[in-house]
């Protein structure tokens, strides 16, 4: 059981490139979400999605973009990189949202924004 | 808007010491609330859930209480190890997941 799984590990992007940020869960998880991690800031909740087609914004969603084709899959796009979207990102599941379940988070990407 | 706080941001014990991590909370309306453990450079591990019905949660030498009408929550270890050094996360559920900003504990040998 893979749990949850971020590719890539680390990515370095000029000013103004686009890219996508990959998480896959295979534990037919209805929750997802991205945080993004800085430091001194804990982790802030990006955008996420309670089931395939469903998307909401979270905390800090200036800047990126998320869909959700599938319930295994749940990526994240950044349109236009900034020096301000360098930080580590987290993808994480639930069972459901709220409801008194636990969290499972990827292992995480850094992103450097040059 | 659901606010968590960690203290102390910081903690440095001698090996064998029994320590206690703070976590407090702003909303008391919580599902749940999660501790996790980080190493540097890695992702989030979870340590202990604690739903709102529950006081506390062990697992070996950890143990986790809460307390919803004062909003905090304790993690508990004991007999550290050097191992146990990482940072220590608490986040509290209303829906979503809201995150302390964390404590670093260094355990010496």
């Known amino acids: 059981n893979a749990g949850v799984t971020q590719t890539p590990k680390f990515q370095v992007l000029k000013t103004g490139q686009s890219m996508t940020l990959q998480c896959a869960q295979d534990?037919?998880?209805?929750?997802m979400s991205w945080y993004r991690q800085d430091p001194g800031m804990g982790l802030r909740l990006i955008h996420y999605?309670?089931?395939?087609?469903?998307?909401d914004q979270g905390e800090v969603p200036n800047g990126y973009n998320v869909s959700r084709s599938t319930t295994e899959d749940f990526p994240l796009r950044l349109l236009s990189a900034a020096p301000s979207q360098t930080s580590v990102y987290f993808c994480?599941?639930?069972?459901?949202?709220?409801?008194?379940?636990?969290?499972?988070f990827g292992s995480g990407t850094r992103l450097t924004v040059v | 808007k659901q606010e968590v706080t960690q203290i102390p941001a910081a903690l440095s014990v001698p090996e064998g010491e029994n320590l206690v991590l703070n976590c407090s909370f702003t909303?008391?309306?919580?599902?749940?609330l999660q501790w996790f453990r980080q190493d540097p450079g890695k992702g989030l591990t979870s340590l202990l859930l604690i739903q709102s019905s529950q006081r506390e949660q062990t697992s070996g030498r950890l143990n986790a209480s809460l307390d919803k009408s004062s909003g905090r929550s304790t993690l508990y270890i004991a007999a550290s190890q050097p191992g146990d050094s990482a940072t220590y996360l608490c986040a509290g559920n209303n829906n979503d997941m809201r995150f302390g900003a964390g404590t670093r504990l260094t355990v010496k040998p």
């Open positions: 534990m037919n998880h209805e929750y």
């Open positions: 999605s309670v089931g395939a087609g469903i998307t």
């Open positions: 994480a599941s639930s069972y459901k949202r709220g409801a008194g379940y636990g969290y499972t």
């Open positions: 909303d008391s309306a919580i599902y749940n």
